[in-house]
Nanobody
Framework: VQLQAFGGGLVQTGGSLRLSCATS????????MAWFRQAPGKEREFVAA????????YYADSVKGRFAISRDNAKNTVYLQMNSLEPEDTAVYYC???????????????????WGQGTLVTVSS
């Protein structure tokens, strides 16, 4: 399994970015896919996820209503649309997957096996 995250950059407060996670070696339509982020000096935290083949998406409270996770099975790519960005969203963003993860572990970064390399998002005030 290989994941490659890209699409980060510098954006002003209130702006938008779309992150992409290109995947290979897995069946995206049935995979649990998640986005995490890590700000300087802080622990890696859950942002959003799609659990297995379900249509429901799950979000951290801090991004709910502003971020949206989605996947394009034909392109083997997962997206994170980020709107109304705030300086507190500044972090390195990672995509991750684990084919055997259970729902109760969805938000736990330690339960994920495969990670992308991360892409930096900087939101200026």
């Amino acid at each position: 399994v290989q994941l490659q995250a890209f699409g980060g950059g510098l954006v002003q407060t209130g702006g938008s970015l779309r992150l992409s996670c290109a995947t290979s070696g897995l069946t995206l339509s049935t995979a649990t896919m998640a986005w995490f982020r890590q700000a300087p000096g802080k622990e890696r935290e859950f942002v959003a996820a799609l659990f297995r083949s379900g249509y429901n998406s799950y979000y951290a409270d801090s991004v709910k209503g502003r971020f949206a996770i989605s996947r394009d099975n034909a392109k083997n790519t997962v997206y994170l649309q980020m709107n109304s960005l705030e300086p507190e969203d500044t972090a390195v963003y990672y995509c991750a997957t684990n084919s055997r993860i259970i729902f109760s572990d969805l938000r736990n970064p330690q339960r994920y096996v495969h990670w992308g390399q991360g892409t930096l998002v900087t939101v200026s005030s």
